[in-house]
């Protein structure tokens, strides 16, 4: 050290050192992104620039260069007396209460006697929006696959020729464990189309907003169309030609796709296959001359817009000899008009090859879960689970055999991924309904609920493993409920740890 610092001086004295090196190290001052609301400002160093090289010198290496600072000034930690722990923070970290970081400016991770200030560099945005990635409930432990992704953070691809619409999705590169399914999520102008097209996935819909008009035909030459709106389904099987016109009102829809690595860029459109075969072939092939091709589109259409569909579905009703596809065949179910089944906590409605059958290996359950409740505990069995939530906050504890699990939480327009048998539960945390898709690769919608297995469990096997009082055992509903209703203040049982708030309120 004392030959380090004899170095420096002699470099300093010798006038050998640029001058920014003989000045203290620069420090970057942290905290909170101050840009503007959606905007993005870096913290800038306040350095100026006084010489023309853009690297140090060899003598700032550690072992020969001066000391810096290690104590005050711009490297100081954010003081403890400037944290505000919200309700619940404090509360025994394995209760794992969910902590709304929403009425603190600067969220802390920080639970229970454990974790520490955070004074680096951050956007508290996504720490209060992921309360539970950030300040994990004690129980989780160990590296579970990543289960969640905004499609706020997929890229947009827009149509093409003015406003038609777009679509953003979310695949194996969002989510690497997605192997089984993937989603799109897609805007059409009004009038506008996905373009006629086809694909090597099978296509499972369900229609988020307004309402569009359908057309498809089979291997068999059967046709078919239908107009369906917000809340109903549609399926269309792995290389059936089909296409997609917005009504009046325009739309948005969700797809689920049976392949993990689909990407929505990749489907077969029909303008690119005329635009890739010679002229000759398509004169022959439709038997028409080449002229008929001068006004080929010169690129691909995707989505665009179009002339209005006629309101009277009847006026494109193209049939031939082979008739109309036969209706247990039918590639829509009008799901909005299925009543739902309903709970203690909230609703489900259940669609699968039951009601629909042309839709082989999905099946889906559309669930509302009111404030404080829960979706309970549960697995499937031969199938992966791929989500979207229509609305609100959750969050969701996935259990990966045999020692992890990881809290992840979920707001409107995300999508989840938890693999087949991991346990899993989805606990609203917000102060409306939350409203979540479950999408399965399975013939019949099932699961196996925690509760009903214990119900139906020899009482003196389930004691002598869990060691529950016979009070717990003998209230335990031998019916399944799929959902369990709860408190709707979340942080209710950090006043009695030992109590019944998680799923009464206090009087
Ligand atoms: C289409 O035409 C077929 C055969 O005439 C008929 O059975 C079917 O109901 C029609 N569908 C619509 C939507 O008009
Ligand atoms: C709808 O179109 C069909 C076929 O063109 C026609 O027979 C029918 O009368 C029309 N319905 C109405 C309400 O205009
Ligand atoms: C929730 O319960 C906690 C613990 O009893 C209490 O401190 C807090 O004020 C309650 N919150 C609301 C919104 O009632
Ligand atoms: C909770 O129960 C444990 C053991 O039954 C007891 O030691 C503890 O004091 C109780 N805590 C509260 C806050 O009631």
């Not at 209060?128 to 409930?137: E, G, H, R």
């Not at 008929?292 to 049939?319: R, V």
Request: net charge negative; proline share 8%.
């Amino acid at each position: 050290m004392q030959q380090a610092t004899r170095i420096f001086s002699i470099l300093a004295a010798a006038g050998l050192l640029p001058a920014f090196l003989a000045a203290p190290a620069p420090q970057m001052s942290y905290g909170e992104n101050t840009g503007a609301v959606g905007g993005v400002n870096p913290p800038i160093p306040t350095v100026t620039i006084s010489s023309g090289s853009l690297y140090g010198d060899s003598s700032l290496l550690g072992e020969i260069a001066k000391p810096s600072p290690i104590s005050g000034g711009d490297s100081a930690i954010v003081p403890d007396a400037d944290v505000t722990l919200v309700n619940g923070q404090e509360a025994d970290s394995k209760l794992g209460l969910y902590l709304d970081f929403n009425s603190v400016e600067n969220p802390q991770p920080l639970r229970g006697t454990g974790g520490q200030t955070a004074p680096g560099p951050r956007t508290y945005e996504y720490e209060k929006l992921n309360p539970d990635i950030f300040a994990p409930p004690g129980t989780d432990s160990g590296d579970v696959p990543q289960a969640q992704w905004p499609l706020g953070l997929s890229h947009n691809r827009f149509g093409t020729g003015g406003k038609s619409g777009w679509a953003r999705q979310q695949n194996t590169d969002q989510l690497p464990r997605a192997t089984e399914m993937a989603g799109v999520d897609m805007r059409l102008a009004p009038h506008a189309y996905r373009e006629l097209h086809w694909h090597s996935a099978n296509e499972w819909s369900l229609m988020l907003k307004g309402s569009v008009r359908l057309a498809a035909v089979n291997e068999n030459g059967e046709s078919f169309v239908d107009d369906i709106s917000a809340g109903d389904v549609w399926f269309f099987p792995a290389g059936v030609p089909h296409s997609i016109q917005a009504l009046d009102e325009g739309c948005e829809f969700l797809l689920v796709f049976d392949q993990g690595d689909f990407s929505e860029d990749g489907t077969a459109l029909i303008s690119e296959m005329f635009i890739r075969n010679p002229k000759e072939v398509l004169s022959k092939n439709l038997q028409t001359p080449v002229s008929a091709f001068d006004d080929l589109p010169s690129d691909q259409l995707y989505i665009f817009t179009g002339t209005p569909a006629p309101a009277n579905i009847s006026e494109q009703n193209m049939t031939g000899p082979a008739g109309i596809l036969p209706y247990d065949q039918s590639y829509t179910y009008h799901f909005s008009q299925q009543e739902p089944y309903v709970v203690p906590g909230g609703s489900v409605k259940i669609i699968d090859t039951t009601t629909f059958p042309i839709a082989k290996g999905f099946s889906a359950a559309l669930v509302t879960v009111q404030p404080g409740a829960m979706r309970e505990l549960h697995w499937h069995l031969e199938s992966d689970e791929w989500n979207y939530f229509l609305q609100g906050s959750a969050r969701v504890t996935v259990f990966s055999p045999p020692e992890s699990s990881r809290t992840f939480d979920f707001t409107a327009g995300d999508v989840g991924y938890i693999p087949a048998v991991f346990s899993h539960y989805i606990e609203n945390t917000g102060t409306e309904d939350v409203i979540f898709l479950e999408v399965l690769q399975q013939p019949k919608f099932t699961d196996i609920s925690v509760a009903q297995w214990l119900a139906l469990t020899p009482k003196q096997v389930v004691k002598d493993t869990l060691h529950l009082p016979d009070s717990t055992l003998d209230n335990l509903p031998k019916v399944k409920t799929y959902l369990k209703p709860g408190n709707k203040n979340l942080t209710a049982l950090a006043a009695n740890p030992n109590g019944t708030a998680a799923y009464e309120p206090a009087d």
